[in-house]
């Protein structure tokens, strides 16, 4: 299912983020797109921005469903990020914030969960359980 046109999942992503432009896009993603001089993203680890990011999870967010309506795991049955294959940035074109299993920020600071991955989760990175928002076209 992860096969789709990459194109096609970053119109779906900007449509269902509301980024419609360049201009806007580095601030509505909340990504730090400044790097040292030489430094590219390409050359980052993959769990660069694991640092950034808490093991736990909000109440608001732990209670909350995904994006289409999916209820998040017990504690003891959540995949750790490494478990998910989580890294920081998107594959194929695909993100958190177009997966079904997505939890949507609801406490302000732009970073929000997943029902099936711990800790808190940013929507421009990806896990190897990546599976399309069935309502992303319906927005
Ligand atoms: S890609 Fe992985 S970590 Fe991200 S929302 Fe989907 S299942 Fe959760």
């Excluded at 900007?14 to 797109?33: F, P």
């Excluded at 940035?89 to 029902?115: K, L, M, Q, S």
């Amino acid at each position: 299912m992860g096969d789709r046109n990459p194109r096609e999942s970053r119109r779906r992503f900007l449509r269902a983020t509301g980024c419609g432009s360049a201009i806007v896009l580095a601030g509505c993603l909340g990504e730090d797109i400044s790097y040292a001089a030489g430094e590219s993203a390409v050359d980052r680890p993959e769990d660069w921005c694991f640092d950034e990011l808490s093991e736990s999870v909000p109440e608001i967010e732990a209670d909350a469903v995904s994006i289409d309506g999916i209820e998040r795991k017990d504690d003891d049955e959540l995949l750790s990020r490494e478990e998910a294959a989580y890294q920081c940035g998107p594959v194929e074109g695909n993100v958190c914030g177009t997966c079904t299993y997505y939890i949507d920020d609801r406490d302000g600071d732009a970073i929000g969960a997943c029902t099936e991955v711990e800790g808190e989760i940013r929507s421009t990175d990806w896990c190897a359980l990546w599976a399309p928002r069935e309502k992303i076209d319906e927005e």
